[in-house]
């Protein structure tokens, strides 16, 4: 019996215009009265979903930074976190620099207040901009990646540009940081009004840092069985999510790497996907194997 349900946000709980469907917010409420718990698990920041969390009525830890950071809702206290070492996140800021990218690192904000750097004298993209401004955040200049060795508190190494931008980087990056850094590119989230083409998300991990590996990580810390939950998302960084739950989902409208792996696939974002898994779960319809 489903224990734990992990939702994805874009793409999944969100709609395609951002918003959180009344029937999906009602049928989180039914989970809980029926006493499932729920926790979101996020590309984004935690600054970044609060507000969505707060739509959703969702009080749980989210897990935030694609699986980097899991964070107490609404006080946003952390309660775990995986790193990346100094040495690998100056690197791979070093490699990305090289490359005329305009980098953004992403910090857990816990203790120092700042949330992200911009590495280098790249110009951040015009989608990166538009959405720290969307967000409110402070994004603090560093002009040089050494400054990275001795930190502690790097959860991303990111840049944002065209598609078709990544190939030579990408390449650059598996060179120099092997094993000890997780790295892809995927299509971002954006304004359709803002970005004019497709813009991508090139990313670096500890290559530990999977939504699916803190959800393990929280289930050890509060004695949940991990074999209790079920997952839906629709992105590629849900592929790990989807392929080790449990009860695997899928939206309707996701990256055909997630559909690949998926147990089970549900209608899209914008036609209730969510909430046609928490009635299919209540009623039956849908069981976690045992």
């Known amino acids: 019996m489903a224990e734990v349900m992990v939702i994805d946000l874009d793409g999944t709980l969100v709609r395609s215009d951002g918003s959180i469907a009344h029937a999906s ?8 009265a029926a006493g499932l718990r729920i926790l979101v698990a996020t590309g984004r920041s935690w600054s970044e979903c609060n507000s969505l ?42 490699s ?67 598609a078709d ?22 299509e971002a989230v954006t304004d359709a009004a803002k970005g004019h083409e497709p813009v991508h998300l090139l990313e670096v991990f500890h290559p530990d840092a999977t939504k699916w590996s803190m959800v393990r990580r929280w289930c050890a810390a509060n004695d949940v069985n991990p074999a209790a939950v079920v997952a839906i998302g629709d992105g590629l960084n849900d592929v790990d999510l989807i392929r080790q739950a449990p009860l695997g989902v899928a939206m309707g409208n996701a ?6 792996v998926a147990d089970h696939v549900a209608p899209s974002n914008d036609d209730n996907g969510v909430a046609a898994i928490v009635d299919a779960l209540l009623e039956g319809g849908l069981c976690v194997p045992t």
Do not use: K, N
């Open 255 to 260: 990256d055909p790497r997630v559909l690949a």
């Open 96 to 162: 990305l620099v090289a490359a005329d990218l305009g980098v953004l690192v992403l910090l857990d904000p816990a203790g120092t207040g700042q949330e992200y750097l911009h590495i280098g004298p790249t110009p951040l993209h015009d989608v990166s901009r538009w959405w720290h401004a969307m967000h409110g955040h402070t994004v603090h200049a560093c002009a040089d990646p050494e400054a990275l060795i001795d930190r502690t508190d790097v959860l991303r190494v990111a840049a944002v540009a065209g």
């Open 165 to 186: 931008a990544f190939a030579g980087p990408m390449d650059a990056l598996h060179t120099v940081l092997g094993d000890s850094g997780r790295v892809w590119h995927w």
């Open 53 to 94: 969390l707060d739509a959703a009525q969702l009080h749980g830890p989210a897990v935030t930074a694609g699986g980097a950071l899991l964070v107490a809702h609404p006080t946003a206290e952390t309660l775990d976190r995986i790193t990346l070492p100094g040495p690998v996140a100056a690197a791979a800021a070093r």
């Open 25 to 32: 917010r009602a049928a989180l409420r039914r989970a809980e």
